[in-house]
């Protein structure tokens, strides 16, 4: 069974909490279990882990160059900026699709950017909580 570690990071603990308007009324807890069973649907068993700092991020990265077949990536903030996780991202060379609740494109000009995209194979964006379950089904086709 491949296994796909789904990535949350600084701020997302506190989904249905921040924002609501932008990122949803549901909490991450109820977004996760949802993902947990659309994994079983599509035969993949994944890891769901968040944290507010970016070399947490960076270490749960790095180890999955060896115990994943594919990354789910929510950088949050971190996308627009982090080279650090950019560079983790591609010394891996592992296939991570890069995902957002909302469309980052609709929003601040600062969130147009990302600098992790370019070494992801794709991007999920302004779907809300469906983001996530696009990317999984994505990935999970593509390690089929």
Request: aromatic share 6%; net charge negative; glycine share 8%.
């Amino acid at each position: 069974m491949k296994k796909i570690l789904v990535l949350n990071g600084p701020n997302l603990n506190l989904v249905g909490i921040r924002e609501p308007g932008v990122y949803g009324k549901q909490s991450i807890d109820v977004i996760n279990a949802g993902l947990r069973e659309y994994a079983k649907e599509l035969e993949v068993e994944i890891d769901i882990r968040q944290s507010n700092h970016e070399g947490m991020l960076i270490d749960w990265l790095h180890e999955a160059r060896e115990e994943f077949d594919g990354v789910v990536l929510n950088a949050g903030a971190y996308t627009h900026y982090s080279y650090a996780i950019r560079d983790a991202i591609a010394a891996i060379s592992k296939p991570i699709i890069e995902v957002h609740l909302s469309n980052v494109h609709a929003r601040d000009e600062f969130r147009h950017k990302s600098v992790i995209s370019p070494v992801c194979i794709g991007v999920i964006c302004g779907f809300g909580k469906n983001s996530y379950s696009l990317a999984l089904k994505a990935l999970a086709d593509l390690l089929k």
